[in-house]
């Protein structure tokens, strides 16, 4: 016969008094979310009445929370975000994206007033060049061209013959007539572009620390986990997983890929804030984040608060002084120009 034991009553209590919290926890987390989405829907209406106001336009990157890309006009990847602000007619730009971007937006539209978010949104790759150091390297190779990628300050883009993204950068090099490419910051992005051009490129040693996470133990992990994925990386990320892309791309390559290709399932190599655009355009494919650890603290510090506040207040803003803006201004125009 079964008894149960003094032991067994204490173990059935604690599992009923368990579930009891557990219940109460969850109805506690179910009333926090509640409110949370109620306080964004307010900070939406307030953004959406300021915006018309201010007479202002919000650009957001992919990186972006979702609940910022919601509220954008435009969403995109940095070289569709530098087209946007050189062409707008609004008043102000809202750049929900890192400092770099904003300031491109600037030197593009000198007219108009830039604002941000949270002025702590940096880039670390931005901050691995510097201005001495590219004035060496440019004063040892005369006869080469500087390809600066648009994650750079307007001092290093002063310092640039032509800008590029990762969605233009083997274009933007084939553009040259130089045999010689001085290319800053990214070593990553310079390695995959050497592997398209025959031209001679002098690599910086900057990365990117939320691409340069990945591993090729992760994403062998994850092919095992999910063998019917396909594998889709940014060439941010380091070169030996670069190597294990079934597809090789920037951002909104990634994003056309996956909503072009006939396969259902996907490992993603990039940010996660694409999962937002990945799962708009394709709602019955499934995407799994190769790491937990790609995701850019940097982009993550905008969030609906900031943004309706930057527009309350015009701040803060972004300045760039005229000589360096009018020096950066040269190399972002001819990429823009390059077809
Ligand atoms: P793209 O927007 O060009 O894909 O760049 C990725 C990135 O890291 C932006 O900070
Ligand atoms: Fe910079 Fe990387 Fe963040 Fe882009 S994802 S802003 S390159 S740190």
Redesign the pocket.
């Known amino acids: 016969m079964n008894r149960i034991t003094s032991d067994g009553i204490t173990k059935v209590k604690a599992v009923f008094i368990y579930c009891l919290y557990k219940g109460e926890g969850l109805q506690v987390e179910a009333l926090a979310l509640e409110r949370k989405a109620e306080m964004n829907r307010e900070l939406k209406e307030r953004i959406k009445v300021l915006k018309k106001e201010r007479n202002a336009i919000i650009l957001a990157h992919y ?1 972006q929370r979702d609940e910022i890309q919601e509220v954008a006009d435009f969403r995109g990847d940095s070289f569709l975000l530098a087209q946007k602000a050189a062409q707008t007619d609004a008043d102000v730009i809202v750049f929900c ?2 400092h770099f971007m904003g300031e491109s937006a600037k030197i593009l539209a000198p007219d108009k007033k830039v604002i941000i978010p949270d002025e702590r949104a940096g ?4 901050d691995m060049v510097n201005v001495d150091g590219l004035r060496k390297l440019k004063a040892q190779h005369p006869n080469a061209k500087v390809v600066t990628y648009i ?1 750079s300050s307007a001092e290093i883009k002063a310092e640039t013959d032509i800008c590029c993204t990762s969605s233009n950068a083997v274009k933007v090099i084939q553009s040259l007539d130089a045999e010689e490419i001085i290319w800053v910051p ?1 070593k990553n992005l310079g390695h995959y572009v050497q592997q398209h051009t025959d031209k001679k490129m002098i690599i910086w040693e900057g990365y ?4 340069d996470m990945l591993t090729v133990k992760d994403v062998v992990e994850m092919r095992a986990k999910y063998p019917n994925a396909e594998f889709v990386v940014h060439p ?1 990320c380091r070169p030996e997983v670069v190597e294990m892309g079934d597809f090789v791309g920037s951002t909104t390559a990634i994003l056309e890929y996956c909503r072009d290709s006939a396969c259902k399932e996907f490992i993603v190599g990039t ?1 996660d804030g694409t999962g937002y655009q990945l799962r708009v355009d394709s709602p019955d494919k499934e995407f799994h984040f190769a790491t937990k650890f790609l995701v ?1 603290p ?2 993550k510090v905008n969030n609906l608060k900031k943004l309706a506040k930057a527009l309350e207040t015009m701040k803060p803003e972004i300045y760039v002084p005229q000589d360096v803006a009018d020096r950066a201004r040269l190399s972002l125009e001819r990429m823009l120009q390059v077809k």
């Open positions: 990186y994206g890192v880039c670390p790759m931005a994650n990214d990117c620390n939320t691409h941010e940010e850019c940097n982009m």
